[in-house]
């Protein structure tokens, strides 16, 4: 069975650091996986997606990456803001579903 | 449409009552997902649809809980005799095609409280 664990779980930071969160997987077999994030009261939006042949994604100040064989990924965001305050969630995709961590809730203070 | 809906937004119900909760996928997507999130758990997968029809209904807990889908378009969850347990956020996501491939893209969500 599939399970992902997000390190850490929360992380309060000043603004204007660079910060990496972490997520592993158990199962290698996936077919990509996604990074989102969670305000509160609100969905999930989708920030990166990184198939299982690709390496890194990058997005504005975001990039991904993954080593599916180790079976972890990481987010890393530059030069963080305030509206970067959110839950972070990862996500793996095995055949069709998604299986998600438990998420790093990140504060970054003005 | 602009994006996923779900109606309503929240949900408060008496312990026994039925409850309906709707989602209206982005226009043209074929694949649709129900998720849950319980506060202190992560985000766990319901069901699938594949256009009208549900070929992977593994995480639906208990058979109070089912799930149908009109027209390869708006999708309903019904839970059945509620419980204090069935309280979260139930998330509903759909994807242009039912590949492995594909983004899934999240409605607000509709949080359900179970008195």
């Known amino acids: 069975k599939q399970e992902v664990t997000q390190i850490p779980a929360a992380l309060s930071v000043p603004e204007g650091e660079n910060l990496v969160l972490n997520c592993s997987f158990t199962?290698?077999?996936?077919?990509?996986l996604q990074w989102f994030r969670q305000d509160p009261g609100k969905g999930l939006t989708s920030l990166l997606l990184?198939?299982?042949?690709?390496r890194e994604q990058t997005s504005g100040r975001l990039n991904a990456s993954l080593d599916k064989s180790s079976g972890r990924s990481t987010l890393y965001i530059a030069a963080s803001q305030p509206g970067d305050s959110a839950t972070y969630l990862c996500?793996?995709?095995?055949?069709?579903?998604?299986?998600f961590g438990t998420g790093t809730r990140l504060l970054v203070s003005p | 449409g602009a994006g996923v809906s779900q109606s309503p937004s929240n949900k408060v119900t008496e312990k026994g009552k039925d409850v309906e909760l709707r989602c209206d996928p982005i226009?043209?997507?074929?694949?649709l997902y129900w998720y849950r999130q319980s506060l202190g758990q992560g985000l766990e997968f319901l069901i699938y649809?594949?256009?009208?029809?549900?070929?992977?209904k593994s995480g639906l807990p208990s058979d109070r809980f089912s799930a149908e889908r009109t027209g390869g378009s708006v999708s309903t969850l019904t839970i059945q005799r509620t419980q204090q347990e069935d309280s979260a956020v139930y998330l509903c996501?759909?994807?242009?095609?039912?590949?492995?491939?594909?983004?899934?893209?999240f409605g607000p969500g509709t949080r359900l409280t179970v008195l």
């Open positions: 199962d290698s077999a996936i077919y990509n």
């Open positions: 649809f594949q256009g009208n029809s549900a070929p992977d």
């Open positions: 990184i198939q299982s042949s690709q």
């Open positions: 996500a793996v995709r095995p055949p069709q579903k998604l299986v």
């Open positions: 996501a759909s994807s242009q095609l039912a590949g492995f491939t594909d983004t899934q893209y």
């Open positions: 226009s043209g997507h074929t694949a």
